[in-house]
């Protein structure tokens, strides 16, 4: 939502919470099957009052940092449709202990779960055909399939 009276440089963080809030009721409704991708570069981002998330199946890409940050976010369901996983997609999700990728999904974008601590090991299906720079933190066990 833009709001013309807030400096948006100095209140960046504000207009987020107020985009995580927005999405978090648009996440309720059914979404429209002509959706291709889910709502976005920076949607939910810094969200901390998002618990999990279950994508739709009408989702095929999910943008640049639309997860980043959303330190509560602990289970995320991603379908079948689901083919690329932009750069900071669930980055400093700091809650996810366990993350499945679908064999739907060929690119990893660089950072896209850099920062998530609690992550320890992450199976990548054989359609995966890139991964980014530091997609994962160092510690984190990959497992090919």
Known sequence: MFRPDINHNSQQR?????????????????????????YGDYAFINCSCLKSIKISDSVTYIWNSTFKGCSGLTSVIIPDSVTKLGNYAFAECFGLTSITIPDSVTSIGSYAFFRCFRLTTVIIPGSVTYIGEKAFDSDVVLEYQ
């Open 14 to 38: 504000y207009i987020y919470r107020e985009r995580c809030v927005l999405g978090l009721l648009r996440s309720d409704i059914n979404h429209n099957s002509r959706q291709r991708y889910i």
